[in-house]
């Protein structure tokens, strides 16, 4: 199932994480979101799911053909759920994962996992803090609800109907201060020095 699979990752620019703000500076910011995304990428492509990036920020665009994966651009910024629509749009009928960038811990077979239980229906794999690190389906009409405490609203709008996908590598994300010290302390994020 996973080689008919397209993963989307939405990027909105690598110049955001501004929680982060009082931890590290704009530099670090923008090279880890950089660093993150390409993790996230490179799982995908390793659980052999052709790779879509969502965006429209011309340097991500430049990022995403450099590395060889596929552009849906979008006219202007309108947020994580339009994103995620517009991507699925351009699926089509096709299966389909939205999974997040800012998933240090993911691995190729969170994404095999996520994209296996995509024949069952949808599937929601949600993060530590109630948020929704990774959807999938098919079909272009699925109700996106992003924002804190997404996961609910996403199993709300869609009446119960979806696998719940569970697993370390999808529900470490990266949103707050504490998550980078943890994160770093895990080992996850190198030596510490971000």
Do not use: C
């Not at 077979?109 to 803090?129: F, M, N, Q, T």
């Not at 696998?163 to 707050?176: E, F, K, Q, S, W």
């Amino acid at each position: 199932m996973a080689g008919s699979v397209r993963t989307l990752i939405p990027i909105r620019s690598f110049d955001g994480m501004t929680r982060l703000s009082g931890w590290l500076d704009s530099v670090d910011r923008t090279e880890l979101a950089r660093d993150l995304s390409g993790r996230t990428a490179r799982a995908a492509f390793e659980a052999n799911t052709a790779v879509s990036v969502v965006t429209a920020d011309s340097e991500v665009q430049r990022w995403a053909d450099a590395s060889g994966y596929d552009v849906i651009a979008e006219q202007a910024p309108r947020g994580l759920n339009a994103a995620a629509a517009t991507g699925i749009q351009e699926v089509g009928d096709a299966p389909w994962l939205v999974v997040h960038a800012d998933l240090p811990a993911i691995g190729a077979d969170d994404v095999r996992a996520a994209a296996e239980k995509i024949e069952a229906g949808y599937v929601l794999a949600p993060s530590h803090d109630g948020g929704t690190s990774l959807i999938g389906g098919t079909g272009s009409d699925f109700p996106f609800r992003y924002g804190p405490g997404s996961f609910r609203r996403h199993l709300a709008a869609i009446r119960g109907a979806a696998a719940i996908l569970v697993r370390p590598g999808l529900a470490l994300d990266l949103d707050h201060p504490w998550d980078l010290e943890a994160l770093q302390r895990l080992g996850y994020l190198g030596d510490g020095n971000r």
